[in-house]
């Protein structure tokens, strides 16, 4: 601070110049200290002065701040609309996928199966599981109802074969197994009964020790027990009276009658088996042509048979301790298959071949 009348400098806080004596106001001296004391930062900046270098790049910071936040808001928008049309690119995909995925589909075979097993048009229902099961094998309510289909034309033996596939199908999932497998006691049960109308004893039997076999169900025990008892009553009735043993004939034959009659044995003999020559030539498919499941398990059995061998299957030892000719003293784990000539070997082939192409293996 100077001397407003000399021009000399003042001591801080002086109130007379030292040089010329002259007072100092009060108002100068307080706008000094003022001046002094006051803060930079708040001070008015004065017009026309330069911009300090710091606060042009603090301004300029701000600026650049403020259009990052801009564009990062641009991009947030883009990036929200590129994921929504991912997101219904994707539902679309998978709407198309779905309805062209072998689930759907045989889901939509199977419910056309059954609308057309209600209407009666049961070809065109076994078509349609069919296409279901192609789709997916594992479908236990396709193998149902095409085996219902079967069950009307009683093809017990077809019902039973998609049955036993579909157990083999649905192996992991118990409930599906539950349910094929009393289907499956369902049908072997139907399939006796209806023999038993016939009656075909032998074929019932046969059916139902399948049936115990695959299912082991205790009601296909009982049945069995059942039609064992209804054979031997029928036999029992078939079988000549004692009591009533009718009128003797006089023996008047001359000696060559006789004769015929011992020769006819062996003719008696023969017609004891299913196929009487097959230890003896070659057999054909035309040979098998007709013979049912039960014959064709009889006669490749028949083989061992001849030569002496025993059976496990109570049933099948039964058929054979009956026949003439049989005389069983080989147990079957010592049974040897070298004892067979080469016609044996031939046609045991050609029985098991025919049993496979008609289903019965």
Not at 26 to 44: D, F, L, W
Not at 193 to 222: C, H, K, M, N
Not at 320 to 328: E, K
Request: proline share 3%.
């Amino acid at each position: 601070m100077y001397c407003r009348q000399c021009g000399k400098q003042l001591e801080e806080g002086a109130a007379f110049c030292a040089y010329c004596g002259t007072k100092v106001r009060q108002e100068q001296a307080q706008s000094v200290s003022g001046m002094n004391t006051m803060p930079e930062k708040s001070m008015p900046p004065l017009k026309g002065a330069a911009v300090q270098p710091g606060r042009e790049k603090k301004e300029k910071t701000t600026g650049s701040t403020a259009g990052k936040q801009r564009s990062g808001k641009g991009k947030g928008a883009i990036l929200a609309v590129t994921a929504a049309v991912i997101v219904l690119a994707a539902a679309g995909v998978g709407g198309y996928l779905f309805l062209n995925s072998d689930g759907h589909r045989s889901g939509k075979s199977l419910k056309q199966a059954q609308e057309y097993f209600e209407a009666g048009e049961y070809e065109k229902a076994a078509s349609c599981y069919e296409e279901a099961l192609k789709l997916n094998a594992g479908l236990a309510e396709a193998y149902l109802g095409l085996t219902d289909i079967y069950l009307v034309d009683r093809r017990y033996e077809e019902a039973a074969t998609l049955l036993q596939k579909g157990l083999r199908r649905t192996r992991k999932v118990q409930e599906a197994q539950k349910t094929l497998t009393n289907k499956l006691t369902e049908v072997y049960s139907g399939g006796a009964e209806d023999l038993l109308a016939i009656p075909d004893y032998a074929q019932a039997l046969a059916l139902l020790e399948e049936g115990i076999q695959v299912t082991e169900d205790s009601s296909l025990e009982q049945l069995k027990e059942n039609v064992l008892r209804m054979q031997a009553d029928s036999q029992q009735a078939d079988a000549p009276s004692v009591e009533n043993p009718g009128t003797e004939t006089p023996d008047t034959g001359t000696p060559a009658e006789s004769e015929a009659e011992t020769s006819s044995e062996p003719a008696e003999e023969e017609s004891q088996y299913i196929l009487p020559d097959s230890a003896s030539r070659y057999l054909t498919m035309e040979d098998l042509e007709g013979l049912t499941k039960e014959e064709c398990r009889i006669a490749r059995n028949e083989l061992f048979a001849r030569h002496g061998r025993l059976f496990t299957d109570e049933e099948l030892q039964a058929y054979f301790n009956q026949l003439d000719w049989y005389q069983g003293t080989i147990q079957p784990n010592d049974f040897d298959d070298s004892v067979f000539n080469e016609y044996e070997v031939a046609n045991r082939d050609l029985i098991t071949q025919f049993e496979e192409q008609q289903g019965y293996r």
